[in-house]
T-cell receptor, first 115, second 114 residues
Framework: AQTVTQSQPEMSVQEAETVTLSCTYDTSESDYYLFWYKQPPSRQMILVIRQEAYKQQNATENRFSVNFQKAAKSFSLKISDSQLGDAAMYFCAYRSAQGAQKLVFGQGTRLTINP | EAQVTQNPRYLITVTGKKLTVTCSQNMNHEYMSWYRQDPGLGLRQIYYSMNVEVTDKGDVPEGYKVSRKEKRNFPLILESPSPNQTSLYFC?????????????FGPGTRLTVL
């Protein structure tokens, strides 16, 4: 079974600085997707960015980018120019490209932005 | 507006009193699922459904039931709730077609079992 590990329960960063959230996963599959979700205090799950495993190029969405290292099974999220609105819980998630394709989540990292 | 709705948003109940959390989506999605979120554990899948009348267990199905009689609805049933089912619950849906199919989440239901 696939597992996702986020080893940083909490992180903090100064406003306007850059922060990187770590995520590792374990799988024997070659085709899959990886996601980062943001959960603000409203509890809504918001998709931040996604990466297809067959793509070597790292995904970017404005201030958010990933460092996808397939061989190392690592999928970190970099937030540039951090803003107060980025404060949230961030979840890394894995989804197989086969079968039931369920989302497997990491434990989450709580990000605090210091003004 | 494309959305997943859940009701109720908050619920406090007592041990053993049957309850149902409703979930509905208006996007004609085939796939629907339920997750529970607990501190330090992330979100874990309870049950999922690939289409009408097709349901299967996720990672933590004990104590829960689901049904999928209509494509848009996927209720979660706790027939005899216990305190260890106190959690934040999310319903989600997506299409099963294509590679790049985003999963949409409902707003969450905070359940407390006393």
């Amino acid at each position: 079974a696939q597992t996702v590990t986020q080893s940083q329960p909490e992180m903090s960063v100064q406003e306007a600085e850059t922060v990187t959230l770590s995520c590792t996963y374990d799988t024997s599959e070659s085709d899959y997707y990886l996601f980062w979700y943001k959960q603000p205090p409203s509890r809504q799950m918001i998709l931040v960015i996604r990466q297809e495993a067959y793509k070597q190029q790292n995904a970017t969405e404005n201030r958010f980018s990933v460092n996808f290292q397939k061989a190392a099974k690592s999928f970190s999220l970099k937030i540039s120019d951090s803003q107060l609105g980025d404060a949230a819980m961030y979840f890394c998630a894995y989804r197989s490209a086969q079968g039931a394709q369920k989302l497997v989540f990491g434990q989450g990292t709580r990000l605090t932005i210091n003004p | 507006e494309a959305q997943v709705t859940q009701n109720p948003r908050y619920l406090i109940t007592v041990t053993g009193k049957k309850l149902t959390v409703t979930c509905s989506q208006n996007m004609n999605h085939e796939y629907m699922s339920w997750y529970r979120q607990d501190p330090g554990l992330g979100l874990r899948q309870i049950y999922y459904s690939m289409n009408v009348e097709v349901t299967d267990k996720g990672d933590v199905p004990e104590g829960y039931k689901v049904s999928r009689k209509e494509k848009r609805n996927f209720p979660l049933i706790l027939e005899s709730p216990s305190p260890n089912q106190t959690s934040l619950y999310f319903c989600a849906s997506r299409t099963i077609a294509g590679w790049n199919n985003e999963q949409f989440f409902g707003p969450g239901t905070r359940l407390t079992v006393l």
